[in-house]
Structures are given as C-alpha cells and as structure tokens.
C-alpha cells in the first residue's frame, strides 16, 4: 500500500460522507467550512463528488481556476479556498470516467492545487463507498470523518455502512449527525418529524460513534444553498445558522482529540 503523505500546508483533513445521497451531505460541507473560516481557522474546501459536483451552486461562484506553473490556484468565497469539478467543467455536461481517472482526478485535487497554509481542509465526498472514497483514504492522512444521515431508516441502513467502511479502513470517526432532523411550522412552532426522528442519536449509540447532534429542516437553508450565500455566512448569533456553528464547534473538539493541534489562526472578514 502507498504511503499517505501529508498535503503540504495543511493541517487537518475532515471528510465529510453519507451512505446515500439526498442527506444535505454538501449542505453540511459547505456551512462547516464557512462557519469554521468565520471562526477564524484558515479553511479550504474540496468537492470531491466528482459526478455531481454542487459546491459552485452553493458558494456561489462558478469562475474558472487560474494555474500559477503547474499549481492550480484554488478561488476563494466566505473565506473559504474552494476546488470543484464543477469550475473545470461547469455546465450540464456529465462526466463518464472510470475509476482511474477519479484517482488521477482526486490525486490532482488533493496536490496539484494551491491550497497554501491551512488548518481544516473540508473534504465533501460523494455519496457511498466507491473508488473516490478509497482513493481519498488510501493516499492522504485524514483527521477524520464525519457521517450525515436523516432520521429515516432508509438513510440509517446505508449510513452505517459508511460508518463500517471508515472503520475498515482505519479513519477515526469524529461523528454522526442527523439532518433535517425535523421540521418546525413557522405559523404555529410545532415540530413535524418529517423523516422520523432520533435514529441518527440511537445509531450512532448502538455503533459507539459519537453523535454530533441534529440539524433541522429549515427552508432558510435551502435557499441559502440555492443562491449562493449559506445561512452561516449570517453569523453565529443568527438562529437559522447557529446549528452548523454549534456543529463545528464539536468537530473541532473532536479533531483535536484525534490528534489535531489547530487553534485559530486569523480573523475572516466578509
């Protein structure tokens, strides 16, 4: 097996996986690395959902990367350094690849660009247990991961395999966390558990894995996603942003019982 050689610069790795799509897993992704940028950690962001890349949509900006020699230089949004498929082949067209082009792809991602000093390098994988999965934690040193899931036992069955495969492959499971945990009527404040509720908690007890808490089903997210400006870049005191940043707090707490030394570093203006 190769070696895992550290990214140069970067201090931590923090992937970011689901057992199936349609979990907020790139939702979750984006709004941590905001919010850890806004906590001021030195932050980048890497879509490594190479099929269907959505960070651009989210962050909004869809620019095309410069290159300074042979070093792809990443864009930058929030405060947050950002490298997508989706700036190098924006647009509807698909890619039809082979698991030796993600490898080559996710190798050019991880070491090709630019990512100069950081502390936290969020990683937004695809959904599932594939060949990018197996490429990411072949090659690079990761701090951890974390699992999105829904409260349904659909999303549950397929997030404990992912759980199972980080485990197999000896990443340190920094936890769980259960989104669009419920919904909270805006008319009348009563909570509508729209895909069940609790299994995220109760999973992750039963598999000894931390649970990072619940996030709920907020319309204010999804536009936020939608338009380009995500509900952290509000700020912490904002209710509709306050889970992510009550998120991020836990993951940093659990990085550095993994084995992360990070402390902030700077200050992040808008």
Same mark, same amino acid.
């Given at each position: 097996?190769?070696?895992?050689?550290?990214?140069?610069?970067?201090?931590?790795?923090?992937?970011?996986?689901?057992?199936?799509?349609?979990?907020?897993?790139?939702?979750?992704?984006?709004?941590?690395?905001?919010?850890?940028?806004?906590?001021?950690?030195?932050?980048?962001?890497?879509?490594?959902?190479? *099929?269907?890349?959505?960070?651009?949509?989210?962050?909004?900006?869809?620019?095309?990367?410069?290159?300074?020699?042979?070093?792809?230089?990443?864009?930058?949004?929030?405060?947050?350094?950002?490298?997508?498929?989706?700036?190098?082949?924006?647009?509807?067209? $698909?890619?039809?690849?082979?698991?030796?082009?993600?490898?080559?792809?996710?190798?050019?991602?991880?070491?090709?660009?630019?990512?100069?000093?950081?502390? *936290?390098?969020?990683?937004?994988?695809?959904?599932?247990?594939?060949?990018?999965?197996?490429?990411?934690?072949?090659?690079?040193?990761?701090?951890?991961?974390?699992?999105?899931?829904?409260?349904?036992?659909?999303?549950?069955?397929?997030?404990?395999?992912?759980?199972?495969?980080?485990?197999?492959?000896?990443?340190?499971?920094?936890?769980?966390?259960?989104?669009?945990?419920?919904?909270?009527?805006?008319?009348?404040?009563?909570?509508?558990?729209?895909?069940?509720?609790?299994?995220?908690?109760?999973?992750?007890?039963?598999?000894?894995?931390?649970?990072?808490?619940?996030? $709920?089903?907020?319309?204010?997210?999804?536009?936020?996603?939608?338009?380009?400006?995500?509900?952290?870049?509000?700020? $912490?005191?904002?209710?509709?942003?306050?889970?992510?940043?009550?998120?991020?707090?836990?993951?940093?707490?659990?990085?550095?019982?993994?084995?992360?030394?990070?402390?902030?570093?700077?200050?992040?203006?808008?």
């Amino acid at each position: 097996m190769q070696p895992k050689l550290p990214i140069a610069g970067v201090s931590n790795l923090i992937a970011v996986g689901s057992g199936k799509g349609g979990v907020g897993k790139t939702t979750v992704s984006v709004n941590l690395a905001i919010a850890l940028a806004r906590l001021g950690y030195r932050t980048g962001l890497l879509d490594a959902d190479v *099929y269907g890349p959505n960070v651009p949509l989210m962050m909004g900006t869809n620019s095309t990367p410069s290159a300074i020699g042979e070093r792809i230089q990443p864009l930058q949004k929030y405060g947050v350094k950002l490298m997508s498929m989706g700036f190098l082949n924006p647009g509807d067209k $698909p890619l039809v690849w082979r698991g030796p082009m993600l490898h080559s792809v996710i190798q050019q991602f991880l070491r090709g660009v630019d990512w100069g000093e950081l502390d *936290y390098l969020v990683i937004d994988l695809p959904p599932g247990t594939g060949d990018v999965q197996l490429s990411l934690v072949q090659s690079a040193p990761l701090t951890g991961a974390v699992i999105v899931t829904t409260p349904s036992d659909v999303s549950l069955e397929d997030a404990r395999k992912a759980v199972h495969m980080f485990e197999q492959v000896r990443v340190p499971l920094l936890g769980l966390v259960e989104n669009m945990s419920y919904l909270q009527c805006p008319h009348c404040s009563e909570r509508i558990d729209v895909f069940s509720t609790g299994g995220g908690k109760r999973t992750a007890e039963q598999m000894g894995v931390f649970f990072l808490g619940a996030l $709920p089903l907020d319309p204010a997210v999804r536009i936020g996603g939608d338009t380009g400006h995500p509900v952290t870049t509000f700020g $912490p005191d904002d209710p509709r942003a306050a889970g992510f940043y009550d998120l991020a707090t836990l993951i940093l707490m659990r990085a550095r019982e993994a084995g992360s030394v990070a402390g902030p570093t700077m200050t992040i203006a808008d």
